[in-house]
């Protein structure tokens, strides 16, 4: 059974960083493209980072230059590195994988973790 398990979450002030970790079991993820996804309250869940096997990486408009996102193949883990926090990054984050396209399209989801960046 796959699993994807989020932390890392909390309270930060604006301006402040957190890493999120995901773990991964159940299946082999290296070959697979994996990402971030938040949801804010009210609004439509959104595309924050992914990472292919080989490396490529893409983000979300609203987070590029600040998140960074990076994998640990040995571990089967995905992390977002998240800088420059801003009140607005205020969201659940959740972790996917399996994903394709742009934005990508994931088969498996985490169940979140919560951001909350306080101004």
């Known amino acids: 059974q796959v699993q994807l398990v989020e932390s890392g979450g909390g309270l930060v002030q604006a301006g402040g960083s957190l890493r999120l970790s995901c773990a991964a079991s159940?299946?082999?993820?290296?070959?697979?493209?994996m990402g971030w996804f938040r949801q804010a309250p009210g609004k439509e869940r959104e595309f924050v980072a992914a990472?292919?096997?080989?490396?490529?990486?893409s983000y979300g408009d609203s987070v590029k230059g600040r998140f960074t996102i990076s994998r640990d193949y040995a571990k089967n883990a995905v992390y977002l590195q998240m800088n420059s926090l801003k009140p607005e990054d205020t969201a659940v984050y959740y972790c996917?994988?399996?994903?394709?396209?742009?934005?990508?399209?994931?088969?498996?989801w985490g169940q979140g973790t919560q951001v909350t960046v306080s101004s």
């Open positions: 159940g299946r082999t993820f290296s070959n697979l493209r």
């Open positions: 996917a994988a399996d994903c394709n396209g742009m934005p990508p399209v994931c088969n498996y």
């Open positions: 990472r292919s096997w080989s490396g490529t990486t």
